[in-house]
Structure formats: C-alpha cells, structure tokens
C-alpha cells in the first residue's frame, strides 16, 4: 500500500538546538506513515517566522534554547493560537519544569531521555485532545490539586520561570550583561533577579551562586547526554 501525499499526513515542527537529538527525533517521528516533519528550527526567531508562515498540526519545543526559553515561545503560540497544540521536551526534571510548561499553554512534557519511548504515544494522545505527562508527574498534579502534598517540594520549584532561566543561563557561564543581551532586558534588572534568587535559595553571595548553578546545569545535561 502506497505511503500517504505528503500534504494529508500530520505535520510537526521541531523546535531543538542539537542538531543530532533534532535528527533522531525526526526520524522516530517519521517512522510513523501518517506523521511528517514539516520544518525544524533550533531558535526561537527562525522557529517563529515559519510556523506563523504556515501552520503546523503541532509545535514540539526544547525548553533550554540559546537566548531565551522554549517556554516564552510556547507561550507565545498559546496567545497567537490557542488551537495549535505543543509539546515541551527538555532533559530537565518533571517535578520543577512540567507544570510550568502546561500553565503556559503546552499540551505534553517529555523527560529527553524518555523520548525514544514516548514521543509516538505523546503525539498521538495530545493530537486526540488528550495532555500527556508520565504516570509519576500526573498522580503528583493530581495531589496538588485535592490540596494534598505529593512530597517536599525541590528549592527550584520557589523560582518563577524568569528567575529560573537567569539560574540556568548562570550556569552555562553567562555574565550579567550577556544574560541581559540574550533576555533583552537591562543589567539592573538582571541584577534583581541575581538577588532574588540567592535570597529564595539561601545563597549567601555570587561565588556560590555561579557554583550552584553550574552544578545544577552539569547535572541536568547528564542523562540527555546518556539518553541521546
């Protein structure tokens, strides 16, 4: 039986600045005969240009981006097309980064390296109108919201989305006023945020904000190396 047109299978975008993972992605993707990758970005300005140029079936983004977060422009395809659906992939935990992703508009969040075995079933429960997270994120939502405690929450989770991606962008080894070029904002404003964040993690001065940080940044780009 012949494949089906190009132009009645449903179209993805990618959104994802490795360019190895973006082509395994592509290819998971692809094995499925009703899906087509449609086009791929690994920036947020490019990424934008395109979909709004023509519209995908779907958007799947990579949170950590270089510049700005893949969260802004989720959230951004929320304001513009509330009926287009996204799914966020990110190597980082489901505990600090999954929630965030649905309250600005995404449908599905992805650990990386679970990637090989959920993308399929992602795309396809999202597409049915469904939201897809694992089995653990969705019972600790769910506890959440019958105003239980799923369990202590982590010391990043008290950051707000902008304060995270400043710790994040700290960790890659960012200045002030190279984090303030990338967000577009000024370098007080980053100063702020340096501020609040040492006084929301209890860090008692730079020095140990940067180490705090780079750690943080070392260790969640671990598994996505191991899974990839």
């Given amino acids: 039986m012949p494949d089906k047109d190009i132009n009645d299978?449903?179209?993805?975008?990618?959104?994802?600045?490795?360019?190895?993972?973006?082509?395994g992605l592509r290819d998971l993707i692809e094995q499925e005969s009703t899906f087509h990758v449609c086009g791929e970005s690994d920036n947020i300005g490019l990424a934008w240009n395109m979909i709004t140029g023509n519209l995908p079936d779907m958007v799947i983004i990579d949170i950590s981006l270089?510049?700005?977060?893949?969260?802004?422009?989720?959230?951004?395809?929320?304001?513009?097309?509330?009926?287009l659906p996204t799914i966020v992939l990110?190597?980082?935990?489901?505990?600090?980064?999954?929630?965030?992703?649905?309250q600005v508009g995404a449908r599905g969040y992805i650990m990386k390296h679970e990637a090989v075995n959920l993308i399929v079933d992602a795309i396809n429960s999202v597409r049915a109108g469904k939201v897809f997270l694992s089995d653990k994120m969705t019972s600790e939502i769910l506890v959440k919201m019958v105003g239980g405690t799923s369990k202590s929450p982590l010391p990043l989770e008290c950051?707000?989305?902008?304060?995270?991606?400043?710790?994040?962008?700290?960790?890659?080894?960012?200045?002030?006023?190279?984090?303030?070029?990338?967000?577009?904002?000024?370098?007080?404003t980053i100063g702020t945020y340096r501020e609040r964040i040492k006084e929301k993690l209890n860090i008692r001065n730079s020095s140990e904000l940067s180490h705090r940080a780079v750690q943080w940044v070392e260790q969640r780009h671990a598994p996505s190396q191991a899974g990839s």
């Fill in 90 to 102: 990110s190597m980082h935990e489901e505990s600090i980064y999954a929630e965030r992703a649905l």
């Fill in 9 to 23: 299978k449903y179209r993805i975008f990618l959104v994802e600045d490795h360019p190895i993972f973006r082509l």
């Fill in 66 to 83: 270089v510049g700005r977060s893949g969260l802004e422009l989720t959230k951004q395809l929320k304001d513009e097309y509330p009926e």
């Fill in 159 to 188: 950051l707000t989305n902008r304060e995270l991606e400043v710790f994040e962008m700290i960790g890659r080894g960012l200045t002030t006023r190279e984090i303030s070029e990338q967000l577009n904002l000024s370098a007080k």
